[in-house]
Every structure is written in C-alpha cells, then in structure tokens.
C-alpha cells in the first residue's frame, strides 16, 4: 500500500517541480524525509525549448543541445553582433532535461514519483494535506506549481503574454548561421505590436525558428505559421525545408503579487510562483536561483519562501510591462535602446537581478522616453 505521508510534497513535475525535486533528494538524503512528487502524467515529450545564459561552466552542459558565446540583435536600421563574454547563451530540450531528471531520481528511494492529479491543498496547523482524484497525502510542506486561479480573475494587475510558435526546420541548402543565434529579429513584425523572430541554428542546415509575441493580445495559429514561412522565404531565401518539430507556448509576464500566495506550508513555484521573469519571458535559469534560495532557506530553518521576492526588480518590471501594455507598438524601438546602448554584462545582470543601481540607472536612461516617465510616475514602488 502507498504510503501518504511525506515530509515534502511537490506538485507538477515540470521545470521548477524538478529542479527542486533534485535539489530537495540531495539535502535530504541523509535525513531520509520522504518527497512526493505528483503529476497527472510523467513528462516525456519535447514540447518546449529552454535557454539561458551563464558565466562558465553549468549544471546542465552535460545535456545541452546547443551554445552560443555570439548572438544577433535585427531591427529595421540596425544588425548588432553581440559578443556575450564572459556569458555563454545556452539551449537544452525538454525531453533530455526530463529524462535527465528522472533518472537522476532513481538513485534516491526517499523520493517517489506519484502520477494522478491534485485537484486541491488544505493546511492547518500541524499539516498540509494535498488531495488527488484517488488519494489524500499529508506533509509537513507543499511546493505548488499551479497558477493561483486568481490571477486569471482579477484586471487590477499587468498582463503581457509571450506566445509563440516555432518549428524545427531542416533545410535542403545550407541557410543558417552556426556563429550566433538570433535574439530578436524585428525586420519581419506583426503591425502595431511587440513581436520578432528568434532563431537558434543547429547546424548550417537545421534550427529552430520561433515567431514570437510580447503582447497583451492572442492571435490565430495561422499567424505564427505565415510569419515563421515569410521568414524562411524572404530572410533566408529558402522555400524548400521540411519540418522536424514544433513547439507552442503562452508565458504570462505579469507583476501579479504570486508571492502573496505563500503561507507557512505552502510555497508557490515556477511560473505560479512567479518565477518567469516579467520584463523578458525567462525561467530556467530564474528557477535554478529560486531553488538554490529555497534549499538555503531550508539550511537555516526559515520559511522556504523567505525572501524569494524583490521589491526593487517588480518595481522595474512593472515599469516595463506598463510601456508595453499602453504601447505595445513601441517594443522594438525600447528592445533597440537596450540592446544599442548597454554591455551584454550590464544587461544580463539586470535581467539576473545582480545589478548595481549605476548599471540600473543607466539602463533606465537609455530607456528614456515619455511612454516610460509617464509609467514610471503611475507604478508604485
């Protein structure tokens, strides 16, 4: 008979759940506290794409499926060849990333991998009880994935989506270059909105093109696929390509306060922990923070959740999601400034968050315009 009850239950098996997952089996190997990890079904596919950047060497090279120390920033009247050291720019799949994880798992019996779904958390004083469709399992604490169905009901927060479409393509000719990787491309844009192209080459004949979109509306699957082919035909002249795989997705980048969903037994994670980051769409490496955080939390006998969140950073995001909120059309002129005006080094440790306020103020100014004095004085800080 399965036993119910664990010192740690974590839900959803995606990125975050098994970053802390790995993370929770090596502090408490040891102690043997038992960890549950629970999900409606065991991911396997390569449904998605992640990427980061990091200095030196990292946890996940052995997996990686691409890297890049160059990177390309288009718009209409600029090409910039950005060299990222002392930054590599690195791509993993998601199906090496979950059978990587999973197997890594194995060599730890305190953890167990649970497949139903959860269909609710209570808590009390002495526990947390996380009830399934078949089960009910107590805990000391929950690490919750799910987007708090609150932030769905409520205007009073900013919303911008990053959806997307991209395809594995491979190309008869050889059509893509292997040098760098295409941050954005705003040559080829949807009228009056904040959306480019990002490119990650394989190989002078295979990558993957996305069709991307950092918006507050949706649009229909026929338009990914029209721009993702027009970007084929008319920026790298080929028609003749067969496609490999595709990938979906829409991200919230919002500044809605997830972190007010924390209690004493239950720490939200991931994208429902607000773990993506708000100004550029970014979670992997962000989760791989957020856990490390978490387990030194857990070190010192704190609420896992302390400090967790930065008041200064949501105070800058919310600028950002303002100006392209009530402006959407001026995303590429904002993506320009940035990335014509400040060091690789400069706009990576703002968007890790390990700025200092000279580099914060000069990213500011470079970002001066009225549609950003006039966000600024309408955010709270």
């Given at each position: 008979?399965?036993?119910?009850?664990?010192?740690?239950?974590?839900?959803?098996?995606?990125?975050?759940?098994?970053?802390?997952?790995?993370?929770?089996?090596?502090?408490?190997?040891?102690?043997?506290?038992?960890?549950?990890?629970?999900?409606?079904?065991?991911?396997?596919?390569?449904?998605?794409?992640?990427?980061?950047?990091?200095?030196?060497?990292?946890?996940?090279?052995?997996?990686?499926?691409?890297?890049?120390?160059?990177?390309?920033?288009?718009?209409?009247?600029?090409?910039?060849?950005?060299?990222?050291?002392?930054?590599?720019?690195?791509?993993?799949?998601?199906?090496?990333?979950?059978?990587?994880?999973?197997?890594?798992?194995?060599?730890?019996?305190?953890?167990?991998?649970?497949?139903?779904?959860?269909?609710?958390i209570q808590e009390?004083?002495?526990?947390?009880?996380?009830?399934?469709?078949?089960?009910?399992?107590?805990?000391?604490?929950?690490?919750?994935?799910?987007?708090?169905?609150?932030?769905?009901?409520?205007?009073?927060?900013?919303?911008?989506?990053?959806?997307?479409?991209?395809?594995?393509?491979?190309?008869?000719?050889?059509?893509?270059?292997?040098?760098?990787?295409?941050?954005?491309d705003y040559r080829?844009?949807?009228?009056?909105?904040?959306?480019?192209?990002?490119?990650?080459?394989?190989?002078?004949?295979?990558?993957?093109?996305?069709?991307?979109?950092?918006?507050?509306?949706?649009?229909?699957?026929?338009?990914?696929?029209?721009?993702?082919?027009?970007?084929?035909?008319?920026?790298?002249?080929?028609?003749?390509?067969?496609?490999?795989?595709?990938?979906?997705?829409?991200?919230?980048?919002?500044?809605?306060?997830?972190?007010?969903?924390?209690?004493?037994?239950?720490?939200?994670?991931?994208?429902?922990?607000?773990?993506?980051?708000?100004?550029?769409?970014?979670?992997?490496?962000?989760?791989?923070?957020?856990?490390?955080?978490?387990?030194?939390?857990?070190?010192?006998?704190?609420?896992?959740?302390?400090?967790?969140?930065?008041?200064?950073?949501?105070?800058?995001?919310?600028?950002?999601?303002?100006?392209?909120?009530?402006?959407?059309?001026?995303?590429?002129?904002?993506?320009?400034?940035?990335?014509?005006?400040?060091?690789?080094?400069?706009?990576?440790?703002?968007?890790?968050?390990?700025?200092?306020?000279?580099?914060?103020?000069?990213?500011?100014?470079?970002l001066f315009s009225?549609?950003?004095?006039?966000?600024?004085?309408?955010?709270?800080?």
């Amino acid at each position: 008979m399965l036993n119910t009850g664990f010192h740690y239950v974590i839900v959803g098996a995606g990125c975050a759940g098994l970053q802390l997952a790995l993370a929770l089996a090596e502090e408490t190997q040891a102690t043997n506290k038992k960890i549950a990890l629970i999900d409606k079904r065991r991911p396997r596919e390569n449904d998605k794409t992640w990427s980061f950047w990091e200095a030196g060497v990292g946890k996940w090279d052995s997996i990686l499926s691409s890297s890049y120390s160059y990177a390309f920033f288009k718009a209409p009247n600029t090409k910039l060849k950005l060299k990222l050291t002392p930054y590599t720019y690195k791509s993993l799949n998601a199906a090496d990333f979950y059978n990587y994880s999973f197997e890594k798992l194995k060599a730890y019996p305190h953890v167990i991998f649970i497949e139903e779904e959860v269909v609710g958390i209570q808590e009390n004083r002495k526990k947390a009880i996380v009830t399934t469709a078949l089960c009910s399992y107590h805990c000391s604490h929950v690490f919750d994935s799910r987007i708090p169905a609150a932030f769905y009901n409520q205007n009073r927060y900013l919303k911008i989506q990053q959806h997307f479409k991209g395809i594995r393509v491979k190309t008869k000719n050889p059509v893509f270059n292997t040098q760098a990787f295409t941050m954005m491309d705003y040559r080829l844009s949807y009228p009056n909105s904040t959306s480019f192209m990002y490119v990650l080459p394989y190989s002078p004949n295979e990558a993957l093109i996305e069709f991307t979109f950092f918006s507050p509306f949706t649009v229909k699957e026929s338009v990914y696929d029209q721009y993702n082919k027009d970007y084929l035909k008319n920026y790298l002249n080929t028609t003749d390509f067969e496609i490999l795989e595709t990938e979906t997705g829409n991200i919230p980048m919002s500044n809605y306060p997830f972190h007010k969903h924390h209690t004493s037994r239950i720490t939200k994670i991931g994208t429902g922990g607000g773990w993506v980051k708000p100004s550029s769409g970014y979670s992997f490496k962000n989760t791989e923070k957020k856990v490390k955080h978490i387990i030194k939390n857990i070190q010192k006998d704190r609420f896992p959740s302390y400090g967790l969140y930065s008041k200064k950073y949501n105070f800058y995001d919310t600028i950002f999601l303002k100006v392209l909120h009530d402006n959407n059309h001026l995303g590429p002129w904002l993506f320009t400034q940035f990335y014509t005006k400040n060091s690789v080094p400069t706009m990576f440790r703002f968007l890790d968050e390990e700025s200092r306020f000279k580099e914060e103020f000069k990213i500011m100014r470079s970002l001066f315009s009225w549609a950003f004095i006039k966000a600024f004085f309408q955010t709270r800080f």
